[in-house]
């Protein structure tokens, strides 16, 4: 079983279903509320550990009940939490989605603990024993993801950033990453391309190549493209399924991907494994 190293979000999600996201000035009278597990971090860290992956978490949490909550699921799932930080003068991370009548969404995250993350935790010998990779995303601070990539990577150890959401990376972090995870948005910031389809997703994904060793470009219902440095980018369409949510799909895609390449599958396979897992998430399975 592989072992993968989680730093990342935590967060307390409020989801709201509505016929549409408000405009400015707007009231939308909503159908649906419910209270989920979510953060980028952890979502990603559920799907891996779903998946059949060991699994150890290293965020950080308010004292206070959405924090309770947080660390219970992590823990009901078999997540270890032992590096995952109480902090007693800052409220949990939490996040307000509003899902729309075609399945898309809009999101507000409030960081709290997640901008906490004690440097202990990432210098701990126990922490990086039998790790195959590391997964980090941009919602906790830049030093947090830097801290943790350059000791995972002075270790040997694979470092995959979901660059999420986009901010510039600095050199220091960007030098160690193997694999970048992006969706269209985020690539376009990152290397100025546009992406509409699959074709363009694939020019995407052969621009960013020239800066990572392995990059993965998810273009939502068109499917996802994919390149090894110095080779051709391949791609696969999205299957075809009933939408329910998009919420969720991208983190869904990023831990069962980093699962499989963990245990040595190729990009190509793991990305079919999970284009298949992020179908299901999204179609309610």
């Known amino acids: 079983m592989s072992k993968i190293v989680v730093v990342g979000s935590l967060h307390y999600d409020i989801m709201l279903d509505a016929p549409h996201r408000p405009e400015k000035g707007e009231t939308v009278m909503g159908t649906a509320c419910r209270y989920k597990f979510g953060g980028k971090g952890g979502n990603q860290a559920l799907a891996a550990a779903r998946a059949g992956a060991e699994v150890i978490f290293v965020g950080a949490v308010g004292a206070d ?26 409220a949990s991370g939490m996040s307000v989605a509003i899902s729309d009548a075609e399945g898309d969404y ?20 126990q922490l990086w024993q039998r790790a195959a990779m590391l997964i980090l ?6 030093q947090a993801n830097l ?11 694979a470092v995959c950033i979901n660059a999420a959401p986009a901010r510039p990376l600095e050199p ?37 190549a020239q800066r990572f060793r392995q990059v993965v470009v998810t273009a939502g219902e068109h499917g996802v493209a994919f390149c090894q440095q110095g080779e051709a980018a391949m791609s696969q369409p999205a299957k075809k399924i ?3 949510s998009t ?26 494994f999970a284009n298949e897992a992020a179908a299901k998430h999204v179609s309610g399975g």
């Open 242 to 244: 009933r939408l329910i």
């Open 65 to 90: 009940e959405p924090g309770r909550f947080l660390l219970t699921t992590l823990e009901t799932n078999g997540i270890d939490t032992a590096a995952v930080q109480v902090v007693e003068a800052v």
């Open 106 to 125: 809009g999101a507000v995250v409030v960081s709290g603990a997640n901008q906490h993350i004690a440097s202990d935790a990432l210098h701990s010998e």
């Open 247 to 272: 919420h969720g799909a991208g983190d869904c895609f990023t831990g069962v991907l980093c699962r499989a390449l963990a245990d040595h599958h190729s990009l190509a396979e793991a990305v079919s």
């Open 172 to 208: 220091g972090l960007e030098a160690c990453i193997d694999i970048l995870v992006v969706n269209a948005v985020e690539a376009r910031d990152m290397c100025g391309i546009t992406v509409s389809d699959l074709a363009s997703a694939v020019l995407a994904a052969e621009t960013l």
């Open 147 to 157: 801290l943790a990539a350059t000791a995972a990577k002075t270790r040997g150890i």
């Open 137 to 142: 995303q941009n919602e906790v601070s830049p």
